[in-house]
């Protein structure tokens, strides 16, 4: 029994239809790749890696592009220059802080719009980690609700579970409320993390030598940006203009949270933010110390129940492992 001519035709148009997807995609692929606008090429390249998903260019190149291509690109999340923070720093002892002042400002520049949160009170900001760590992550609004918070913005580096999720492994090493979540023993990790006393550090450091210093809350991401007053990058920084999610402290304890937008979501001149740019607007800001944290589709700040910035992700936020959270003003580390 021969099919009817209108199912023969319907069969046909979608394999006509199968085929012309297929020919964009290679097309496409190939013309990105492999065509003639290198710059283009080197910013699709920068935006995977900088959000830690360099592994995606290999099938999305049709396996035009090499490993150690894609690995020249891979962005260093530790600068050995930066050292550590100096011992000055460490000590800072902000228990007497008790102003309960958060203020947003907008900051507006030629290729981004920066989004600025500062904390008078750096005890009241903790690492928040998914509660289902090993599987998935959880968006920052998802964690802000969770821990009862007011604010937050997504924290450090991540691994996926399978490519069926994203964020449920955070990488390096992570404390949150004196607790060790996850650690490499011995390791020198790209660490940010907050004192007990509310000072925050940045650097290459042990898991031994943050427990000497009192460290309750860590994440593990970089480069630094500003080391003990000095700003450290040089040129645009290497990793290329993308969402951006950086957090810093004043001398006076004022814990400084900066989210850049970019990936032209507001428009062709909105193309992000340089490892350069954030380190200036943190210097501008009165930065003695500040740190890149995770960026790209990543890059989310939370206040009062409401999203700030506009994530590039398509679906929304996107779920990561960890975040810097702000608590109410009345919690107290250990409450």
């Known amino acids: 029994m021969r099919p009817a001519p209108k199912v023969v035709r319907a069969l046909t148009g979608l394999a006509w239809a199968a085929l012309f997807l297929v020919y964009v995609w290679v097309s496409s692929a190939l013309f990105l790749f492999q065509g003639p606008f290198p710059n283009l090429r080197e910013f699709v390249i920068d935006s995977l890696t900088t959000s830690r998903h360099g592994y995606l260019l290999r099938p999305l190149s049709l396996y035009t592009l090499s490993w150690a291509e894609i690995r020249r690109h891979d962005p260093n999340l530790m600068n050995f220059n930066a050292g550590i923070s100096s011992a000055e720093q460490a000590a800072r002892d902000f228990r007497s802080v008790s102003d309960p002042t ?114 309750t809350q860590a994440i593990s991401f970089g480069p630094v940006l500003v080391q003990n007053g000095v700003g450290l990058i040089r040129g645009n920084g290497g990793w290329g203009y993308a969402p951006r999610t950086a957090i810093g402290q004043r001398a006076d304890g004022t814990i400084i949270f900066i989210v850049t937008d970019g990936r032209f979501i507001h428009g062709p001149d909105n193309v992000g933010a340089s490892l350069h740019d954030i380190m200036d607007l943190m210097l501008r800001y009165g930065a003695v110390v500040a740190a890149n944290l995770d960026g790209g589709s990543s890059t989310t700040m939370v206040y009062r129940g409401r999203l700030v910035n506009q994530p590039t992700d398509i679906l929304g936020e996107r779920k990561v492992a960890t975040a810097f959270i702000v608590m109410p003003e009345t919690t107290r580390p250990g409450a």
């Open 102 to 215: 958060i203020r947003l400002e907008t900051v507006k520049e030629a290729t981004f719009t920066a989004d600025v949160m500062l904390v008078r009170d750096p005890k009241r900001v903790r690492v928040a980690v998914t509660k289902y760590l090993g599987r998935v992550g959880q968006t920052v609004s998802e964690m802000v609700a969770e821990y009862h918070a007011v604010a937050g913005v997504n924290g450090g580096a991540f691994r996926d579970v399978g490519w069926q999720g994203t964020g449920g492994i955070p990488l390096g090493i992570t404390i949150m409320n004196g607790k060790v979540i996850q650690a490499v023993p011995n390791a020198r990790q790209p660490v940010i993390a907050l004192t007990r006393r509310g000072a925050l550090i940045a650097g290459a450091y042990t898991l031994p030598q943050l427990e000497r210093l009192g460290v």
